[in-house]
């Protein structure tokens, strides 16, 4: 992806979201703690971190499903008014809704409709289009995919990256200006993820759409991002281009002056020995990413 490509206008604001959600042994956890970016128009915008960061509450709250405990969420779209959806009235948040795409993380496809049935089904509900033009639109999505054979079958009767592809044809079927992406690439052999990695390259190209990707798959968040962002316990840990982040997992990790570059470096490359596993007395990485916290590596360093 070309970074330049993207339009310097903002679609949508992420503004100081807080979620927090209740803990079994009493009291609250802070899931998500002041995120706050923006998204412009016709790029890629990958969100990293590894498990527990707050990657999948972030984008629930991004597509309306979590209701944040602070903050907005606000949908600035082509021939549509601006719309906070956490505080919208229900049918603003319908209208924006209708004009973004999920590709869930298991293709969340029905099981009893087939392929062709599923991607006609957004078609059928939002849309006043005859049934011989929905025919001709499923067709058209199903082999921007290369789907289109497969269009007869049942979800148990396709692969991991199958249903991955379906899933995708279904979320474009509406022509979406945002695509939301929930770890495209979990559970696919490389092969298979490569393949997932270039349609989402080439969705963005040819629909000129805008997409989020929520990832912890290093290979795959390096081919497809324009921008990305570094989540750690529920903060934003490092936003940048794909370029600045690839200098940062490319530089030796004893070369990087900044504490949290040092960290990041160590996420990036997947690496076992460094500043995230060194510190004793510590549960890895969970306990040690935020910047501020530099102050207790030096401590366990003296």
């Not at 001709?136 to 249903?163: F, N, T, W």
């Not at 290979?219 to 490092?238: E, K, P, Q, T, V």
């Given at each position: 992806?070309?970074?330049?490509?993207?339009?310097?206008?903002?679609?949508?604001?992420?503004?100081?979201?807080?979620?927090?959600?209740?803990?079994?042994?009493?009291?609250?956890?802070?899931?998500?703690?002041?995120?706050?970016?923006?998204?412009?128009?016709?790029?890629?915008?990958?969100?990293?971190?590894?498990?527990?960061?707050?990657?999948?509450?972030?984008?629930n709250c991004m597509i309306g499903e979590i209701e944040p405990d602070a903050g907005t969420i606000l949908y600035d779209?082509?021939?549509?008014?601006?719309?906070?959806?956490?505080?919208?009235?229900?049918?603003?948040?319908?209208?924006?809704?209708?004009?973004?795409?999920?590709?869930?993380?298991?293709?969340?496809?029905?099981?009893?409709?087939?392929?062709?049935?599923?991607?006609?089904?957004?078609?059928r509900e939002h849309s006043h289009v005859d049934p011989a033009i929905i025919d001709i639109v499923v067709a058209i999505k199903l082999e921007q995919v290369h789907m289109l054979p497969h269009r007869d079958k049942y979800p148990a009767q396709l692969s991991g990256g199958q249903k991955k592809r379906a899933g995708l044809a279904r979320a474009t079927a509406l022509d979406p200006l945002i695509l939301f992406y929930d770890e495209p690439s979990a559970g696919l052999d490389p092969v298979t993820s490569s393949a997932i990695d270039g349609l989402i390259i080439d969705l963005a190209k040819?629909?000129?759409?805008?997409?989020?990707?929520?990832?912890?798959?290093?290979?795959?968040?390096?081919?497809?991002?324009?921008?990305?962002?570094?989540?750690?316990?529920?903060?934003?840990?490092?936003?940048?281009?794909?370029?600045?982040?690839?200098?940062?997992?490319?530089?030796?990790?004893?070369?990087?002056?900044?504490?949290?570059?040092?960290?990041?470096?160590?996420?990036?490359n997947g690496g076992v020995a460094g500043p995230l596993t060194d510190a004793t007395g510590t549960s890895l990485y969970e306990n040690l990413l935020i910047g501020e916290r530099t102050s207790f590596l030096r401590k366990t360093r003296t």
């Amino acid at each position: 992806m070309d970074a330049k490509a993207s339009s310097t206008e903002v679609i949508l604001s992420v503004r100081d979201i807080v979620v927090r959600f209740p803990c079994a042994r009493g009291g609250m956890m802070t899931v998500l703690d002041g995120v706050d970016f923006d998204v412009r128009r016709g790029e890629t915008v990958v969100i990293l971190g590894g498990s527990g960061s707050g990657k999948s509450t972030l984008l629930n709250c991004m597509i309306g499903e979590i209701e944040p405990d602070a903050g907005t969420i606000l949908y600035d779209l082509p021939s549509l008014p601006s719309v906070d959806i956490i505080a919208s009235r229900p049918q603003d948040a319908d209208a924006v809704r209708k004009r973004i795409g999920i590709l869930f993380q298991s293709g969340a496809l029905f099981s009893s409709m087939t392929v062709a049935e599923n991607v006609a089904l957004p078609l059928r509900e939002h849309s006043h289009v005859d049934p011989a033009i929905i025919d001709i639109v499923v067709a058209i999505k199903l082999e921007q995919v290369h789907m289109l054979p497969h269009r007869d079958k049942y979800p148990a009767q396709l692969s991991g990256g199958q249903k991955k592809r379906a899933g995708l044809a279904r979320a474009t079927a509406l022509d979406p200006l945002i695509l939301f992406y929930d770890e495209p690439s979990a559970g696919l052999d490389p092969v298979t993820s490569s393949a997932i990695d270039g349609l989402i390259i080439d969705l963005a190209k040819k629909m000129h759409v805008t997409s989020i990707v929520v990832t912890h798959e290093m290979d795959s968040a390096f081919r497809i991002a324009d921008r990305m962002i570094m989540l750690d316990n529920g903060r934003i840990l490092r936003e940048g281009t794909r370029d600045e982040l690839d200098r940062i997992r490319k530089t030796p990790a004893e070369r990087l002056g900044n504490p949290t570059d040092a960290l990041l470096n160590q996420f990036l490359n997947g690496g076992v020995a460094g500043p995230l596993t060194d510190a004793t007395g510590t549960s890895l990485y969970e306990n040690l990413l935020i910047g501020e916290r530099t102050s207790f590596l030096r401590k366990t360093r003296t």
